[in-house]
């Protein structure tokens, strides 16, 4: 069936480094949506890309969607601690009306 | 200004008893979803209404049912829980049809089961 892949699982940086997480599909997506889950708390939807080769920013969020709709990208610049959280995916088939989510990229600062 | 309310937040129930988790929107959405989330892992999808359309995912087991009353209330029942079912139980609503929608999710019911 059709999945989403989403890398890494975690990633630990210093406050005021850059985090990327990635997601790749196996097949192309007609959009792919962002969400944000706070340690704790539900997810947040933060953005929908739905072009090819789209590009959108919210502030120090950069959210990329690939040319062949099956890969997107989240980079948050200069990272701070209220970007903690859980950072996933989520897309949606071509061929059905499924959202498919990645697994989730866990945001950890390092004191 | 709560969008999406979830009740209790928290809920112990025993081993095989039968537990109803609910959900409220005053969003008017015409989409409601529940899923099943375990830690550190995606929200799985259980269900959703459209409308009162009932869309049971194919992996869903049997233990579960959902009611959709009217279209602000939507219910989760889980008829006999096991060990494995304790989860946080997330709602969701969005506009329309998850043909590209946004999703606006509740705060979620915390599931332990003794």
């Known amino acids: 069936g059709q999945q989403v892949m989403q890398i890494p699982q975690y990633q630990h940086v210093q406050e005021g480094e850059d985090f990327t997480t990635y997601c790749n599909s196996s097949?192309?997506?007609?959009?792919i949506q962002w969400y944000k889950q706070r340690p704790g708390g539900h997810p947040v939807f933060l953005i929908q890309?739905?072009?090819s080769g789209e590009v959108k920013k919210q502030k120090r969020l950069t959210f990329q969607f690939g040319e062949a709709k099956k890969n997107s990208s989240l980079h948050i610049t200069a990272t701070q601690t209220t970007d903690v959280g859980t950072y996933f995916c989520a897309g949606l088939g071509d061929s059905n009306y499924q959202l498919i989510w990645g697994a989730g990229t866990k945001l950890i600062i390092k004191p | 200004d709560a969008m999406v309310i979830q009740n209790p937040r928290y809920q112990v129930t025993q081993f095989g008893k039968p537990v109803t988790l609910s959900c409220s929107q005053t969003l008017n959405h015409n989409v409601m979803y529940w899923y099943q989330q375990k830690s550190s892992q995606a929200p799985k999808l259980l269900f959703h209404?459209?409308?009162?359309?009932?869309?049971n995912e194919a992996d869903t087991p049997d233990n579960f049912q959902s009611r959709r009353p009217n279209t602000s209330f939507c219910f989760l029942d889980i008829r006999s829980p096991g060990l494995g079912d304790a989860a946080m139980y997330l709602c969701?609503?969005?506009?329309?049809?998850?043909?590209?929608?946004?999703?606006?999710f509740g705060p979620g019911t915390r599931l332990t089961v003794l």
């Open positions: 890309l739905v072009k």
């Open positions: 097949t192309t997506l007609s959009n």
């Open positions: 969701a609503t969005s506009r329309e049809a998850l043909d590209g929608d946004t999703q606006y």
């Open positions: 209404y459209y409308d009162k359309d009932f869309n």
